[in-house]
């Protein structure tokens, strides 16, 4: 009877383990298994001269990608939200889209609703977690991180998504290299070193 208890109790703390086991995507999303923590990464990619002379139609520049993510309080899975930042051709500020986003059935990725019924992306893993395929469909809405709450959010000539601009492959980098992309708690989590995301 003893041995059936301990047996119970083992398959118990089992089970309970196993309801925060990390998916495939987290653990490529993320670059490893976050357990219960919140977990960020970094993905980024620039565009030379060179590139964009050769691809007249795509109007982005910079493009990075920051993953925040975390166990939500209430269904107790994994969310995820997705700062975006984007430098196009001829303008020297970055732009930024924010996403929620949901596991996409049967692929290592994630879908995102862009804020403010500004439209949506995807993002898939490649190359074992190392790179981030960025679908972006349609245009989505972008705004301005420099304008001010008084202002209406109206942005320049050329700050929008080129023809050319529907799928981008990202490279996995230093977390600290999407530090203008992250909100006060992000950073302050992360604080001044860079294991959270590399």
């Known amino acids: 009877m003893a041995r059936l208890l301990v047996l119970g109790a083992l398959i118990a703390l089992s089970s309970a383990g196993s309801a925060f086991a990390a998916d495939a995507t987290a653990i490529e999303m993320l670059g490893k298994d976050p357990g219960q923590a919140a977990a960020y990464s970094c993905f980024a990619r620039h565009y030379d001269t060179a590139h964009l002379a050769s691809h007249p139609k795509q109007n982005v520049r910079d493009i990075a990608v920051f993953v925040s993510s975390s166990i939500d309080s209430d269904s107790k899975q994994r969310r995820y939200d997705l700062e975006m930042g984007v430098s196009f051709r001829n303008l020297k500020q970055q732009f930024q889209v924010s996403g929620s986003c949901s596991p996409i059935d049967g692929q ?5 609703g862009v804020d403010c019924d500004g439209g949506h992306f995807d993002v898939t893993t490649a190359t074992g977690g190392q790179s981030l395929m960025v679908a972006v469909p349609d245009s989505v809405g972008i705004w301005d991180p420099a304008a ?3 202002d209406p959010n109206v942005l320049p000539k050329g700050a929008a998504f080129g023809a050319d601009d529907k799928l981008f492959k990202l490279d996995r980098v230093d977390v ?3 530090r203008p992309l992250m909100d006060d708690d ?3 989590a992360i604080g001044g070193t860079a294991e959270a995301g590399k």
């Open 148 to 150: 001010s709450d008084d």
């Open 176 to 178: 600290e290299q999407c």
């Open 108 to 112: 290592k990725g994630l879908t995102c």
């Open 186 to 188: 992000a950073k302050a």
